[in-house]
Structures are given as C-alpha cells and as structure tokens.
C-alpha cells in the first residue's frame, strides 16, 4: 500500500491556490516547530463569503496537499461555515493521511481559524 493516496499526490504535485492574495482582508500564519511546517493563509472575504484562499506553505508533501485542500473546501463558503472547518473533514477530502502526518492537515484547520480570527478583528475595528 501506498504510503499517500492519489489525492495526497496530486493536491502536492499540482497544488491548488498557491501563493499571497494582494488585497487579503484575512491572513493567518501557523508553524509546528516539530516538523518545520509553516503555513500562511490569505483569504479574500465579501459580505461574509470567502471568494477567494490562497496559501504559502513550507512544509512536506501532506502539508502542501493539507494547504491545497484546505483552501478548496473553504472557497465560496461563509466565515461561519469555513470556521467549522475540522481537521478531519481536510484528512477525509484528501482519502487520508498517514497517522503521523494528521498534524499536518491539523495546521491547515488552524491557519484558517488563524486568518478568520484575523478577519473577525479587523471588522471591529471597522464598526
């Protein structure tokens, strides 16, 4: 058996949203010093609906896919449905990750919360 699944492999050699959003109103940046992952998310959000999430991410193959897939299902979703995002809903869309790669699919859930937290705050200072 394959160590990734073919969605693992193909979310890290063709990684979707890659890269920084100019005008980024959310932007959450995570590390897991173990591993040396970093993760940088930017989200574009109108009217409480996330139209576009990109990422930067230093990391292993089950990071970048984690990233890549993460931002797929938050696109198009509302801050409150993206901030329901779980770690596991990343590991299930990618057909798993191998046990000691979960962490990895654990920082992309928290770069999001991170960029929403963001978010959050800079529409209080707003009002």
Known sequence: MALYSDK??????NPRN?????DANA??????AKCGDIMKMYLKIEDGVILDAKFETFGCA????????ATELIKG???E???????QAVTEALDGLP???IHCSVLAQEAIAKALENYNQAEHLDS
């Open 99 to 101: 046990a000691h790669k």
């Open 27 to 32: 932007v959450g940046e995570v590390g897991n």
């Open 77 to 79: 979703q509302t801050v």
């Open 8 to 13: 693992v492999m193909d979310h890290f050699l």
């Open 18 to 22: 890659v890269g920084s959003i100019e």
């Open 81 to 87: 449905e993206a901030s329901k995002l779980t770690n």
């Open 62 to 69: 089950s990071a970048i896919a984690s990233s890549s897939m």
